[in-house]
């Protein structure tokens, strides 16, 4: 071992660009939500957020980091649409639709819906307003539970609730949803996304949580 060789990079006084180069390299591969909103005129936004993951089973919740835009410091709109809706949905991005989503993840002017403009396929929600993106195989209708405000203001964490799991039944035998039939894209640092490589399988070693789908 002796001739490996670590940089070490204090993080305290970081800026932003740098941390965020770190982060998105040291944090991979990460999910991506491709997040549905709507605006106070219904407009329909759509955008990537792979800053994101699941945080709860009892209600089931997920998380998503949306920082300030990197250039005037703007909120998003996909920021702004959850707190005054208080709801979005997470669809789930894939490798079959990888183009459309990287291209969601364009700045457009807040009154142009990204859906509209890239002619995104919709399903209608059936507890949020936002509607679903019908190319996604699962789909989630969250509602908003928790905004924390993070270090220093460029970034806020909208905890949601999932109030609907929608499953395709490509992906979903009425138990399990299938991942490795999703076929989820992922982000890793830089302008790279990665598909699922090998897949290992192992025992569970522990109960999950609520027991659920144990077979050890
Ligand atoms: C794959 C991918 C992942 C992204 N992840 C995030 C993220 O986690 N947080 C964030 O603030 N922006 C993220 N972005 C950038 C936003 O998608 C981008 O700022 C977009 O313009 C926001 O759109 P909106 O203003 O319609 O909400 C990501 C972009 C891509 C392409």
Redesign the pocket.
Known sequence: MESQRYACVDGEQLDTETAYRLIVGCVAPRP?AWITSVDDAGRV?A??????NYVATSPPMVA????R?AVGGAT????RNIERSRSFVVNVATEAHMELM?RC????PPDVS?AEALGLPLLPSRHVAAPRIALSPVQMECRLDQIVKLGRGVNTLYIGEVVAFHLRDDVFDGHRVDSVRMRPIA?LGGPFYAALGDIFERPMLQKPPGGEGWSG
């Not at 998503?64 to 920082?67: G, L, R, S």
């Not at 998003?76 to 920021?79: F, G, I, L, Q, R």
């Open positions: 991506i936004n955008a990537p957020f792979s800053s994101y998503i980091n949306i920082a835009r998003k709109d996909t920021a990287h993840g364009q700045e457009y990204e982000r």
